[in-house]
């Protein structure tokens, strides 16, 4: 199991419930295949540096987690069918 890093940029228009249930979602695909969840932090609405499908600004969320490759592969074909989501990225954390 490697240690991830993930940084999603949500739709603004979301409701807090709406970011709520991403991030439960979220979480649950890496626990429900023997992942952790290290950390995660809501980083809040900020401006995009350029506009992303006419949007301006967006809500960003970060997570970290332990997660095997299955359920790696299972979060990023999450993301890409996820019409909330405008952008998200998931590199490997450097382990120590």
């Given at each position: 199991m490697?240690?991830?890093?993930?940084?999603?940029?949500?739709?603004?228009?979301?409701?807090?419930?709406?970011?709520?249930?991403?991030?439960?979602?979220?979480?649950?695909?890496?626990?429900?295949?023997?992942?952790?969840?290290?950390?995660?932090?809501?980083?809040?609405?900020?401006?995009l540096?350029?506009?992303?499908?006419?949007?301006?600004?967006?809500?960003?969320?970060y997570?970290?987690?332990?997660?095997?490759?299955?359920?790696?592969?299972?979060?990023?074909?999450?993301?890409?069918i996820?019409?909330?989501?405008?952008r998200?990225?998931?590199?490997k954390?450097?382990e120590?």
């Amino acid at each position: 199991m490697h240690s991830y890093e993930q940084i999603t940029i949500l739709k603004p228009q979301l409701s807090d419930k709406e970011i709520a249930e991403f991030v439960a979602k979220t979480k649950e695909c890496v626990t429900g295949n023997g992942g952790e969840v290290i950390s995660e932090e809501a980083m809040g609405r900020k401006k995009l540096a350029h506009p992303i499908h006419h949007t301006r600004d967006g809500y960003y969320s970060y997570l970290k987690y332990k997660c095997s490759d299955e359920a790696l592969a299972a979060l990023r074909y999450q993301n890409r069918i996820n019409e909330n989501i405008l952008r998200s990225i998931i590199f490997k954390s450097p382990e120590k």
